[in-house]
């Protein structure tokens, strides 16, 4: 199967201009106040824009470029996509550690990683995520389940 254009980064690129628009337009919604005192538009609606625009420089030049055809892995979209709905499912009564371990779990079920090696990788993903998001961020989510 020949194909005359390479689809990877043209679809790839029309996505990123998409999301860079719709967080572009739906930012305006709120005050962009000014460089010195930000709203809290500022940052969607510039950092959309910029998106957007770098979205069109990786899809003009892949219509001049051949490219191969597009496979989707079922599989592996499948098991990414179970990972982030069990992720929201179990965030609330597990808490941050144990949905965010059992979500890398779940999106390494098609790799051929060695168990021992998936076990690392899962424990990295949550002590990240945890630093991240409820202890540098601050924001309100249960740690554990007991910390509800």
Do not use: E
Not at 8 to 30: C, E, R, S
Not at 35 to 46: E, K
Not at 126 to 140: E, G, N
């Amino acid at each position: 199967m020949k194909v005359t254009r390479d689809l990877h980064d043209i679809i790839g690129g029309l996505l990123m201009t998409a999301t860079g628009l719709f967080f572009a337009i739906y930012g305006g919604q709120y005050d962009m106040g000014t460089t010195a005192r930000m709203g809290p538009g500022y940052f969607p609606v510039a950092l959309g824009w910029t998106l957007a625009v770098l979205g069109i420089l990786v899809a003009l030049p892949a219509c001049w470029r051949k490219g191969s055809a597009v496979v989707v892995q079922w599989g592996n979209l499948f098991w990414s996509v179970l990972a982030i709905v069990i992720f929201a499912a179990a965030l609330y009564p597990l808490g941050v550690v144990i949905a965010s371990f059992v979500a890398a779990l779940l999106s390494l079920v098609p790799s051929k990683m060695a168990l021992r090696t998936r076990m690392c990788v899962c424990a990295v993903v949550a002590l990240l995520t945890t630093l991240i998001f409820p202890i540098s961020l601050q924001m309100v989510l249960p740690i554990w389940p007991w910390s509800l």
